[in-house]
């Protein structure tokens, strides 16, 4: 099963080639670590996909495999070696490596949406203006991103209660609701969502898949990391595996994993 | 990178649109010490760049070099004027170049009695910007002097009062609100939330996200705190003995930065 629709997928992707919204060509990521003795570390390379609208990709693989480094690269958080990640932004490709940073973040504003594992707290503000504050970047009235805010919030379950609250003190599966409701509130036409539903309950995760069943059905190219077998049934048509690069390390033979690495939070 | 397909992306950013400012080649030297050289960059509209680094890194330099405190020994400093023509900062006339001081530009410094009048009242300090720029209805200066306050989250009540009576929170927000007033569209500002408690930075810190971002202010900001370049800023660029190492998207710099110096200054934050 897992084979046959990883040969679907392949071939989907020539014939869907002209129509995608994200495009992975040749991707290469390397760590160089400097502050551990220059450890040079592969994770990505040759790296190509192709996604269109209305499709779902599943990253699948082992744990430190890489997953979370696709998703960053794909966000233009991480800085791939070379390669090139082309999204469809405004009938445009634009290539995020090497991208100048206001065109990534123009990117990022109204064409490409990310749900990150964790939720980065910014101190005082809300949890109703951190989830309509996407909205109101793209010219949306602040009465309207509040409304349609508060409607996911309803839909996600945070009591209206905590609506005036900071998130900082939420518990985590109210912070990872807040983080997806703050990436869903846009019908963004790409999404990068990484593990969305990993310390959900059974009703939100229900939500949450119909979330994502929602924005593929308006058209949204979606890829994604979910170790919930029965979510990633539900919500992807295709799997892209991500296999554990070779450790190419000059100065040291040292088993580090890619995954202890990934991203340093402030 | 020259498939037709991918020329510029995003419409708006595309095309005859210049920077607001552009800075090439600067270098600065006290007596044959070099203290900044060879920084280049662009700032456009509407972006936060937060210039990184230890101090004595040149960040302090380089922000009263091109905010024209300071006279650089090479390079070129140009700026977008009103009327849409790029010109180069050393050449304007000293009329004009106060004009911008007063008006388009704002300087925040670390220390807000570098940047207030601490012997008149709260309200003048804000006022005197104002009045450089020609309003003379006194009525009217109050009125937007206290909405100012307001703005910032001071006691309008305590317009009359001097700054010395405020707390060093409070002072800050005073300079910022002095800052404003007049609507300028570049803000260069030296370590902002420096001298306060934790609490009274995230205060400030997320009154000046707001600030910035309904005002479409273009930023120049100084910090060595990582934390705060993650919050307020677009882009980063991160100096180390006078030189810029490495520049790139904010995230991108604090969460995958490329040079050993960058790793190093990342790897140094104590978690919270």
């Known amino acids: ?266 | 990178m020259s498939r037709p397909d991918q020329l510029q992306p995003s419409g708006q950013t595309s095309g005859a649109e210049q920077p607001l400012l552009r800075v090439t080649g600067l270098a600065k030297s006290y007596d044959g010490f070099s203290a900044c050289r060879n920084v280049s960059f662009d700032l456009w509209p509407g972006e936060i760049l937060a210039v990184v680094g230890e101090s004595g890194s040149g960040k302090t330099t380089l922000l009263k070099c091109i905010s024209a405190q300071l006279a650089n020994d090479a390079g070129r400093i140009e700026y977008l004027m009103r009327d849409g023509v790029l010109r180069d900062v050393q050449e304007l006339s000293e009329a004009e170049r106060r004009f911008l001081m007063r008006t388009d530009w704002g300087f925040v410094h670390q220390n807000p009695r570098e940047g207030l009048r601490m012997s008149v009242s709260a309200g003048a300090n804000i006022a005197e910007r104002m009045i450089a720029v020609g309003a003379r209805n006194f009525g009217r200066i109050r009125a937007t002097a206290t909405d100012w306050m307001d703005r910032v989250e001071l006691d309008p009540q305590r317009v009359d009062h001097q700054p010395r009576t405020f707390s060093g929170g409070m002072q800050q927000r005073l300079q910022i609100a002095r800052n404003l007033v007049t609507h300028p569209r570049l803000m260069f500002m030296d370590e902002p939330t420096g001298g306060l408690d934790v609490s009274v930075q995230a205060r400030l810190l997320d009154l000046l996200r707001g600030l910035v971002a309904g005002m479409q202010l273009s930023v120049v900001l100084v910090t060595h705190d990582l934390a705060v370049a993650r919050l307020l800023s677009h882009r980063i660029m991160v100096m180390q003995g006078g030189e810029v190492v490495e520049t790139g998207l904010t995230d991108q710099v604090l969460d995958d930065p490329q040079h050993p110096y960058s790793q190093m200054l990342v790897s140094s934050i104590l978690p919270a």
């Not at chain 1, 409607?151 to 009591?159: E, H, S, Y």
Request: proline share 5%.
């Open chain 1, 1 to 266: 099963m897992n084979q046959a629709t990883e040969n679907e997928a392949r071939g989907a992707m020539t014939a869907k080639e002209a129509t995608a919204i994200i495009q992975v060509r040749n991707l290469h990521k390397a760590f160089t670590l400097h502050t551990q003795g220059g450890i040079k570390l592969n994770v990505l390379s040759s790296m190509n996909l192709s996604v269109a609208s209305g499709d779902c990709v599943a990253l699948t693989g082992p744990s430190g495999a890489g997953k979370s480094t696709v998703l960053r690269c794909l966000y233009g958080n991480y800085l791939p070696q070379s390669g090139e990640i082309l999204i469809r932004h405004k009938g445009r490709n634009v290539n995020l490596v090497g991208g100048e940073p206001r065109d990534i973040l123009a990117v990022r504003r109204e064409t490409l949406g990310y749900v990150s594992q964790f939720l980065r707290v910014i101190p005082r503000v809300s949890a109703l203006d951190l989830v309509s504050e996407p909205l109101r970047a793209l010219g949306v009235s602040s009465n309207t991103a509040r409304d349609r805010a508060a409607a996911l919030l309803t839909r996600l379950r945070i009591p209206e209660r905590h609506w005036s609250l900071a998130p900082a003190t939420f518990s985590g599966g109210e912070q990872q609701r807040i983080n997806i409701a703050r990436t869903m509130v846009v019908d963004y036409p790409a999404l990068l969502l990484d593990e969305p539903t990993a310390s959900l309950d059974a009703g939100n995760r229900r939500t949450v898949i119909d979330l994502i069943l929602d924005a593929r059905g308006r058209g949204a190219a979606i890829v994604g990391i979910f170790h919930d077998e029965e979510v990633r049934d539900a919500v992807c048509n295709l799997r892209h595996p991500v296999k554990i690069p070779e450790l190419m390390s000059p100065g040291s033979e040292d088993t580090m994993e890619p995954g202890e690495i990934q991203g340093v939070a402030l």
